[in-house]
């Protein structure tokens, strides 16, 4: 039986790597586009990793590799995490940067391109913040619409790869904010990919928005390039309509979930045909003994730490 490890910091507030890597078409902070990713040196699921930016650096995704082919260890950073406030006063809500994460936007040449330039996508995680807003309460398609927008000017405006959406702590009703509806999340997120067609949408499979999305005769399943279970050290196929490849059913915190657990889940995922492996919280620590317990079941090689 597994462990239920849900260690989410509350205040801080995704392309297979088989598939051909999407061109960075979104200019940077300073007006330069990144050059083309290198392809992939290796074969097997999407390997993710979630990043707490109140307390580590983005660049340690990029420290791990194969030993055997030299590859990246990871395909996907997420930087964890972005916020939807709300403005009481226009009673809207917006995309908020605490300074952890606008530290590393702002600093996106020294923080987000080594990665990218190692051909890992990196992608902004936007969470709740207790204040009511979240991405299934817009009131109508114009807001849902507006705060896409937001989402979108951020990727473009820093270079990056694309949304995750995490629906937690939003706290709906503060603030006088209404309560999860049914077209919200849908308005919201068939906006975001008219804006962005060749970027990640994500979805971390918890909360309101993640079980409403089908409204008005509008699925927008497809429309998400992964969805992952949101429960560290458990095995949980997310219940969306996606085909296996774009899918994690196991999620590990590196570091918390023992290394027979996150071993135990790497070998599920290669033997029931899935494509994708989550990880949470990669510090600063040399982990490549955590990181190997599942790079030996999914590539078939140790990983290997290079500070």
């Known amino acids: 039986m597994f462990t239920l490890v849900r260690r989410r910091a509350r205040t801080a507030a995704l392309a297979l790597s088989t598939v051909a890597a999407l061109v960075f078409g979104a200019a940077t902070a300073t007006g330069a586009t990144p050059a083309p990713a290198p392809a992939s ?3 097997g699921p999407t390997s993710v990793a979630y990043v707490e930016v109140n307390n580590n650096s983005m660049l340690n995704v990029g420290k791990y590799t194969l030993e055997n082919g ?9 930087v964890f995490a972005a916020n939807i406030n709300y403005d009481t006063a226009s009673k809207s809500a917006y995309l908020h940067f605490n300074e ?3 530290r590393v936007l702002d600093n996106a040449a020294t923080q987000i391109r080594p990665l990218q330039q190692k051909g890992i996508k990196v992608v902004l995680s936007v969470l709740g ?4 807003a979240g991405f299934a309460n817009f009131p109508s398609q114009q807001a849902a619409s507006a705060f896409a927008k937001q989402l979108s000017d951020a990727v473009a405006e820093y270079g990056l790869d694309g949304i995750d959406f995490d629906d937690e702590y939003a706290e709906y009703g503060n603030n006088g904010t209404g309560r999860p ?3 919200s999340f849908v308005h919201l997120v068939t906006a975001l990919r008219a804006n962005m067609p060749d970027k990640i949408i994500s979805l971390y499979n918890i909360g309101p928005a993640a079980s409403r999305l089908s409204y008005g005769g509008v699925d927008i399943s497809s429309t998400f390039d992964y969805a992952w279970n949101p429960y560290y050290g458990t095995w949980q196929v997310p219940g969306i309509a996606l085909p296996k490849a774009k899918l994690s059913p196991a999620a590990v915190e590196i570091g918390r979930t023992s290394q027979s657990t996150v071993a135990d889940l790497a070998r599920r995922t290669v033997g029931e045909g899935y494509g994708v492996y989550l990880t949470y919280n990669l510090d600063g620590s040399d982990r490549s003994a955590d990181v190997s317990a599942f790079t030996r079941e999914l590539y078939g090689s140790e990983a290997v730490y290079t500070p």
């Open 181 to 183: 509806n049914d077209s």
């Open 70 to 78: 030299g590859g990246n260890v990871f395909d996907v950073a997420v």
């Open 100 to 102: 952890n994460v606008q």
């Open 129 to 132: 913040n207790h204040q009511g």
């Open 41 to 43: 040196a290796k074969q």
